[in-house]
Structure formats: C-alpha cells, structure tokens
C-alpha cells in the first residue's frame, strides 16, 4: 500500500520516520476528502500531515494552515480560561465580591433560578452532571429543521427559558449536554466583562502560541477555503450544510499547526503545580463521591493501558480528536473534513507508538435469549442486543450507535463503556463512563399477524408542556410517522418502528448539530379502559420528556 501523501520535507531521524510508517500503516482508517493529523513526543513533531482536499470541487489541496471548526473540543479552552480567571480576574470582577466561583454562582441563579434551589451547581455544568438536556437534541422537539438557522441572540435564549427541569439529579450522573456549556460561555462573558472571544485569545491562543485560532460561532461563516463534507464513499460526498451559531459549548476554528502548538503548550505545563491545565486535567467526582471519568471539559481514558485526556468534536462535515498522555508525553491530533471516525485512528496510532498487541482473550458464543429489545425502567429508553459480524462479540445500541461489546459469557459482555449480564428477562448493564447502571427488561414481540400494531390506537396529537412542543403521530398499520411542532417551527416527518408492546423508535439520523440523537424511544401508555393517552418519548441526550395526548 502506498504511504500516505504529504507536503512535510522528509526528515532523518529515526522517530519521525516511525511515525510516517504508523500513519501509512493505518491510511484505511484515513479515508475521505481530507484529513489532518499529528503526532507530538516530548515537545516534537513527530508527523504533521496533511493529505485530500480542503476542497474536493476545486480541487484545492489540504495544507496544515487551513482553518476547520474543533466543535466540542472548545469546551475544555472555556475551562482554561475559567481557571485564569480566578488568578487573574479582570477589573470588572475585581469590583464585586467574591472570586469567580462565587461570582458565577450569583450568575447562574439568575440564569436558572429553579433549577439552583434544586441543587444545580457551576461544577455540574463543566463536569457534564447537570441533569440537564441537550438543547441541540431538544431543538428536534421544538420543531427545527436539520439545516435550519440557530441564532443566538434570539434561539438560545428561548431553549434556556424552556429549561425547566432535569432528566436525573444533578451531581449524581454524568450526560452530555451542550447547553451547559453555552451557559457557562454566557456567564463568563457577565461576569468578566469581555467576550469569549476574546478571553480566549489573550488566556489560551496566545499563550499557547496558537498563532491563528479565533471564536467563530457562525458556522455558516467558517474561513475559507476547507469544505466540510456529507456521505461516505460508497454514497459519494457532498457539502455540508451549517446555519447554527454556538459559542461556549463550540466555536473554535483552529489549524493543525494550531492544535500542535496547543498540544506543546499542554504538555509543558502539565507538571506545573497550579498551572490551568494541571487543573483542569485532575480527577473530579460526583456527589457520592465516586471518581468521574469527564470534568473540565475533559474525558478521561484508557488505550493500551494508559491513561490520556482528550475530547472529540463533531459538526456536519467534521469529526475530530485530540488525546493527550500525561505520562507518556504524547500527544495525537485527528481532524477530518468528513464524518469518518476520528477516534479509532488515534487509538490505532497509539497503540503502534507503544508497540502495543491485543492480547489473546478467550472467546464466547452468545445464548439465543441474549438478542433482543429491552426497555431501562428507570431511562425509558431502549437497549438493543444484536448479532456481531465478528465472532466473540455482540452489538449493544444505547447511545446513537452500536457499540461491539465482547461476550465474557453466553449472558454477559463487556467493553470499554459498559459490562452487562442477563438474568431472565432483565437486562443489567453498567453504564461505567455515566455512573449508571440500567435495568432494562425484555420487551416481548408477537409475530402472529393478529398481533401486529394498529397504528390508528397512537395517532394524534401529544403535548408536553415542560418544554413546550407537540408531537404529532400519524400513519397505519406498522408504518406510523412523527413529528414536532415548537418555537423552531414545523420540524420534518420521522420514520417510525415497531418495537414490541406499546413501544416504538423514532428515527432521527440528522439534527442541528451532529451527531444527531439518532433514535428516540416513544413510550406510549393506557388509560384503565386501554386507551392511549400519553407518551414518554427520549434519547440518550434527553431523556423522559412527558406527553399528554391533545387529539
């Protein structure tokens, strides 16, 4: 296979040329439009590369100076800049009491009043153990269209006026949720005086020596000329469409030469005791205390036995990653202009760095009864057990996609996220990254023609009042449709399936920002006389919201 190609001049030594090895070594999992990625060991560049196009139509080549958006990977430079400001507050904050904790508390029980005398805190917003719900998953309930506008000056403030209570206790899970993050990019903005933007330049670019990364919200406005694309190979690509605005929870536009100085940055002051990253990068917990495996906008992992700190970072068009070892003084950096996995290559080069082999792990058939759809009593959401393409493992759908889970046993498995064993008819499966565990009971199917759905008994209208959208449910027989309605508009038809019982999927492969929801669980209920009249309908990012039937 040939090695990939890059626009670097070659260089002799010995540990750059292993690294140009590695990349070549895993050019499959590099496929798309364009991508670029690094590889930092001690302070050096062991490869920069970037190779594809910026610009597929154009033709116009990939080079490490060209900005694209690093999305989610904003929310940990937030957190920098949160900690400078409690060593350096700015001269609005010098005029009130308190230090930037104290400051952001008075904030946000502004912000959010009902929710603070319910227990929410500042940590459970940068820890992501708010309870809160995503608000880019709640924009498919308040009727937006996946390309639609998101303004905001005017849409934002809405979604957090309809922020009206939690799907767990704060401070007790962890969930992702992007609002969070916007929340506390607002607040900062209040309590210091500055914008983000700006915070961020004169707090992390410019130390970091990130010579051209700027806040850009507007991801309609991103700079020119790196196109972000849809599709795959097999369906060809096509140019993303972006037209939301986010800041705080994203918004970041960087270079890969950016990122690697960034990386540089990090590591150097990772041992500086009281350094920003050297705080943001210790351990935090929840309530009960238990150790969390995400605080400071950081996840925390395992790879080949050791541990990093990274984040990824998503939007129609992109998908990125960036891991740091601690211990190991290595950083990777993946960033990709389409929507292939950016992760599991930087797992793969890491393991090559390390000389790291799978280990022989015996392997295990699946009992008939462990395939199935379960239903989590407490979530009401779905978990899904499907066949595996390879041997020794099984499919588990929970989040947005199915996650290859090896089988321990014929009833058990385990991953990386979660280890779950089947007792009868409940399904008991440890969520370890969430600090929850899930019983999800067995939802029976009957195949007799008899049985099937009648669609009419769920069609019509349901309200939920807490955030304040209707859900419309239309169609027959087994082919039912849903939709929403909310300040966003008249959200797009969504294909609905069958599940068993009185439960249903509602699919939702594209959103605002990605990646989307993906499948909802619509729960629906009887009355005592067997009539429909509520539903229960959530996803991974939002989960439990009521409905009242209307119609």
């Given at each position: ?172 899970e962890y969930s992702y949720s992007n609002v969070n993050f916007h929340i506390l990019g607002s607040m900062i903005e209040a309590v210091a ?42 369906h060809g690509y096509k140019a993303g469409i972006n037209r939301i605005e986010w800041s705080g929870d994203a918004g970041i536009v960087a ?26 990068a210790r351990s935090t917990t929840y309530r009960d205390g238990s150790v969390a495996k995400y605080g400071y906008g950081l996840a925390r ?251």
């Amino acid at each position: 296979m040939a090695s990939l190609p890059t626009r670097e001049a070659p260089d002799s030594s010995a540990a750059q040329t292993n690294a140009s090895k590695i990349l070549s070594s895993i050019q499959d999992q590099l496929r798309g439009p364009g991508g670029a990625v690094a590889i930092v060991k001690d302070g050096e560049n062991l490869a920069r590369h970037t190779y594809g196009y910026a610009d597929i139509d154009r033709r116009i080549p990939l080079t490490p100076q060209m900005h694209m958006p690093i999305c989610s990977i904003s929310k940990q430079m937030v957190c920098l800049v949160l900690v400078s400001l409690k060593h350096e507050p700015t001269p609005l904050m010098a005029k009130f009491p308190g230090d930037i904790w104290e400051q952001l508390a008075v904030e946000l029980q502004k912000v959010l009043p009902n929710l603070v005398e319910r227990g929410l805190t500042v940590p459970d917003l940068y820890n992501m153990q708010s309870g809160i719900r995503d608000y880019w998953a709640m924009t498919t309930l308040w009727g937006a269209q996946p390309e639609g506008q998101f303004s905001i000056a005017l849409d934002a403030p809405q979604a957090i006026a309809r922020t009206r209570s939690f799907h767990f206790e704060p401070g007790t899970e962890y969930s992702y949720s992007n609002v969070n993050f916007h929340i506390l990019g607002s607040m900062i903005e209040a309590v210091a005086g500055q914008s983000l933007g700006q915070l961020l330049d004169e707090r992390v670019f410019k130390p970091a020596g990130m010579r051209s990364a700027a806040l850009c919200p507007n991801t309609a406005g991103h700079p020119l000329p790196v196109v972000g694309y849809d599709g795959d190979e097999k369906h060809g690509y096509k140019a993303g469409i972006n037209r939301i605005e986010w800041s705080g929870d994203a918004g970041i536009v960087a270079t890969l030469d950016d990122m690697i100085a960034y990386e540089k940055w990090l590591d150097k002051t990772y041992a500086e005791e009281g350094s920003l990253y050297n705080t943001v990068a210790r351990s935090t917990t929840y309530r009960d205390g238990s150790v969390a495996k995400y605080g400071y906008g950081l996840a925390r992992g395992e790879t080949a036995g050791k541990a990093w700190l990274g984040h990824g970072g998503a939007l129609r068009g992109f998908r990125l990653w960036r891991m740091h070892l601690p211990e190991e003084h290595i950083s990777i950096v993946v960033m990709f202009n389409h929507e292939g996995d950016s992760a599991a290559p930087a797992d793969a080069i890491l393991k090559r760095l390390l000389n790291w082999q799978e280990p022989e792990k015996a392997l295990s058939t699946a009992e008939s009864n462990l395939f199935g759809a379960y239903l989590d009593v407490e979530t009401q959401l779905l978990v899904r057990v499907e066949k595996s393409d390879d041997a020794g493992y099984v499919n588990v759908t929970y989040h947005i996609a199915p996650e290859k889970t090896r089988l321990t046993s014929g009833t058990s498995v385990e991953s990386k996220g979660m280890t779950g064993k089947l007792e009868t008819d409940t399904l008991h499966v440890q969520r370890l990254r969430d600090n929850r565990v899930l019983q999800a009971k067995r939802i029976f199917t009957v195949k007799d023609e008899e049985a099937l759905p009648k669609g009419d008994q769920y069609t019509g209208s349901y309200q939920c009042a807490d955030s304040a959208n209707i859900f419309h449910c239309f169609g027959a027989g087994s082919m039912l449709y849903g939709s929403f309605d909310g300040y966003l508009g008249k959200g797009p038809a969504h294909t609905m399936q069958h599940v068993g019982e009185d439960i249903w999927l509602l699919s939702n492969p594209r959103g605002m920002d990605a990646p989307a929801p993906g499948d909802w669980t619509v729960v629906f209920r009887r009355d005592g006389s067997g009539v429909v009249t509520n539903a229960t309908i959530g996803c991974w990012l939002a989960r439990k919201n009521e409905y009242t039937r209307v119609s």
